[in-house]
């Protein structure tokens, strides 16, 4: 793979954030399919919330198969890493945050430019 370095570095690259989550089987009175649908409703009232989200996207787990799956994904893009650090700000990020790690077994995060 050859790379035109020069091309590459002047390109605006828009920073991704994605992340996954497994969630606690029961937790306050709600099952893990109640459980990832509320913390999906959380989730997409985010956007509405907070500008510098370019694009959004959650997702509840529909595999049944042999694997180790997560319960609930996002993926989500911003201009640059100096915006998504502006999102991880607002308050109303920090208490879906909050609520997410009170039901969470694991969580895994990926970010990258593209």
Do not use: C
């Not at 509320?38 to 989730?43: A, H, Y």
């Not at 989200?53 to 997702?59: A, F, K, L, R, V």
């Amino acid at each position: 793979m050859v790379i035109n370095w020069g091309s590459f570095l002047t390109q605006k690259l828009m920073y991704t954030h994605i992340v996954l989550w497994k969630l606690k089987e029961n937790d306050n009175g709600m099952n893990r399919t109640q459980l990832a649908q509320e913390v999906k409703r959380r989730l997409d009232e985010l956007p509405s919330h907070i500008p510098e989200i370019i694009t959004y996207e959650t997702g509840i787990n529909v595999g049944d198969y042999s694997a180790s799956f997560f319960d609930v994904s996002l993926v989500s893009t911003f201009e640059n890493k100096d915006t998504f650090w502006a999102y991880t700000k607002y308050p109303v990020h920090d208490e879906v945050v909050a609520y997410i790690q009170s039901i969470q077994e694991a969580e895994e995060i990926v970010d990258y430019f593209n």
